[in-house]
């Protein structure tokens, strides 16, 4: 499948970079994490604040790259807020990849998926956080 120029910047991702959601720090934030694309240099960092509820109040992302890795940071921050872990826990990639609403080269998807993968390992942290935190209390007796 040859994709465009054109079809690979459509209008849905130049709104999203142009005009990103929730671009900069989040106030409060509760959980952050950064990664960055070795491949192209793209750099993101995501930062939620959860209620109490385990719900998303608010997400929020920085960092600097291509359009698409920076449109798909902002579209990723919409969809999430709201979900709970739980709900975060069965979303995707193929989720994501039809968020962003352009089909995307392979070399492309690692641009368009780096949000989604600090998303991704932000969870498996939270999850596993108590017994990290166990562990490291047992390793300074």
Known sequence: MLV???DLYNDHILDHFESPYHKGHCPGATCQHSDRNPICGDQLSLEVRLGDDQRIEEAW?????????????SILCEAIEGKTLEQLKEFGARDMLDLIKVPLTASRQKCGLLGFKILKTMLYASEHQPAAEEMASSNAR
């Open 61 to 73: 992302f920085d960092g600097k790259g291509c359009a698409i890795s920076q449109a798909a940071a």
């Open 4 to 6: 465009s120029l054109d």
